[in-house]
């Protein structure tokens, strides 16, 4: 039976930089040895100024970037200062520990990355699938590629890189994950979040540096 289960996969990266975070996430979604899309959007946008990666189950994935992302508009409009990147990920951390401990037939499976600009500076966090949370003080990687990924992130990381070359090691990350493991794949989306708020990399850009 085990054998018949159908197994997720995937790459992501998020690196804390001296004037932002780099995210980066390949663009394939894969079901066993089937490759569901080849267009995945695994980096999102939960309000202006935090962006999160995801990996695990697409359906819980997509449900509980809706339910975060109301859930920072319900406290922009209650809570009169900003919210900070702790903040939104204590909030995201309660979400997935409701939701892992929810009675179903279908094990709610789903991790995150989530990078943050706020007040008091950039911000790194790893959600577990279980809701633990991590602060991160570098570099982190989620999903089926992960592995390969970090070899790349722990020989060339430098504490205090600029975004500029976080966004070249995030790419070289993913890129050497998706040479080698199966469930990833399809190209690399690249996100900075920094004072000006999480915005996407263009396409453009991302395969220059490819």
Do not use: W
Not at 129 to 154: N, Q, R
């Amino acid at each position: 039976m085990e054998d018949k289960k159908l197994h997720t996969g995937t790459t992501t990266v998020g690196i804390l930089c001296k004037d932002g975070v780099v995210l980066a996430a390949d663009k394939r979604a894969s079901a066993g040895y089937f490759v569901a899309s080849k267009d995945m959007n695994k980096i999102q946008n939960i309000s202006h100024d935090f962006a999160i990666t995801m990996a695990g189950l697409v359906s819980d994935a997509q449900l509980i970037v809706k339910l975060i992302s109301a859930e920072l508009r319900l406290r922009r409009v209650r809570v009169t200062e900003k919210t900070t990147t702790k903040e939104a990920a204590n909030l995201l951390a309660g979400i997935l520990y409701q939701n892992i401990r929810k009675m179903s037939m279908v094990p709610g499976i789903v991790s995150f990355l989530l990078g943050g600009h706020d007040r008091h500076g950039n911000h790194l966090y790893e959600l577990g699938v279980d809701g633990s949370l991590t602060h991160i003080k570098d570099f982190c990687s989620t999903g089926s590629g992960s592995i390969l990924a970090y070899g790349v992130l722990e020989s060339n990381y430098v504490a205090g890189i600029s975004v500029k070359e976080g966004i070249d090691l995030a790419t070289k990350a993913v890129t050497t994950a998706i040479n080698r493991d199966l469930a990833s794949g399809d190209g690399i989306d690249v996100f900075v979040v920094n004072s000006k708020g999480a915005h996407r990399v263009a396409s453009k850009k991302v395969e220059k540096i490819i």
